[in-house]
């Protein structure tokens, strides 16, 4: 006699949840907007400063530990470059009336640059090197929308 084996296979969705983790360096990043704070961190090597704070400097290729080396930094910062664009951040499929202005903003004492929207400042206006400020949120929470974009000073 031989022996049969049977083979069940069962063909469905798998159901799993996720929580998007930032990790924890950006979670401390975070944190701080709650009370409208920026800060960033430095390679103890070169000295450069990061924002948003990475865990490694790429030009040291050095570990900056997660309790050391915070900085606090103001919330105006120098615009680096910019486009101009129709289309929605999170949406490129929809179109928005009036085109809006996408600027990577240089936060002052830090060496990166991070993107958000120009707010009530006209395309024609915009121009790199020019000085701005964050414009917060009413109520922060503690994540990327407490900043509701850049404001000309
Ligand atoms: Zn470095």
Do not use: H
């Amino acid at each position: 006699m031989s022996e049969n084996k049977v083979i069940v296979a069962n063909k469905g969705m798998v159901r799993a949840d996720f929580d998007f983790w930032v990790g924890l360096y950006m979670d401390k990043f975070y944190d701080n907007f709650e009370k409208k704070k920026i800060i960033g961190n430095k390679c103890q090597k070169c000295g450069d400063v990061f924002v948003p704070p990475r865990k490694i400097c790429g030009k040291c290729n050095v570990v900056i530990p997660l309790e050391e080396n915070w900085v606090d930094l103001p919330d105006t910062g120098i615009l680096k470059n910019y486009t101009i664009t129709p289309y929605r951040v999170n949406d490129r499929t929809s179109r928005k009336a009036k085109p809006q202005v996408l600027g990577m903003v240089q936060i002052d004492g830090s060496n990166t640059a991070i993107i958000y929207r120009l707010l009530n400042i006209k395309p024609e206006e915009v121009k790199t090197g020019m000085k701005v400020k964050i414009e917060w949120s009413e109520k922060p929470k503690g994540d990327p929308s407490d900043i509701k974009g850049f404001v000309k000073i």
